[in-house]
């Protein structure tokens, strides 16, 4: 996968009046960089998701695209912590950045729901994460 990135990377030329933030977000960790997406959103009243949605509308058609824009955000729910609690437990504290004690206690309320409102595709990637560690994960 490292591959892919580095060979996209090579792809993209980007001007050098933004190579400084480029270097930047390209720091972040992928909780960080959609922390940081969300701020963006909220302080400039627009949303990341839409133009995506709106580049999948054509190919999908018209009503499928307008369907996938609504769906922009989900809910993660852990719905069972499986057998390898602990590896479960470590997924959520790293995922979450919350102490021990905290995941503990997400895992063990389990089902529960431990992030609102996280955009579709990070939550993907918490759903991919949770579940190698052993986790069941839904959306609502």
Do not use: C, Y
Request: glycine content about 6%; overall charge negative.
């Amino acid at each position: 996968m490292s591959d892919t990135t580095t060979e996209e990377k090579k792809e993209v030329e980007v001007p050098a009046k933004f190579k400084d933030l480029v270097s930047s977000i390209e720091s972040l960790t992928v909780l960080d960089l959609a922390e940081l997406v969300k701020v963006l959103e909220e302080k400039f009243g627009v949303s990341a998701a839409a133009p995506m949605a709106m580049m999948a509308a054509p190919a999908a058609g018209g009503d499928a695209g307008a369907g996938e824009e609504e769906v922009s955000e989900v809910n993660v729910e852990l719905t069972s912590a499986g057998a390898k609690k602990i590896d479960v437990i470590k997924a959520v504290r790293s995922l979450m950045d919350v102490g021990l004690k905290d995941a503990k206690d997400m895992v063990d309320a389990a089902p529960k729901i431990i992030k609102e409102g996280v955009a579709k595709a990070v939550a993907e990637q918490w759903k991919k994460t949770l579940e190698e560690a052993g986790a069941t994960v839904s959306f609502k």
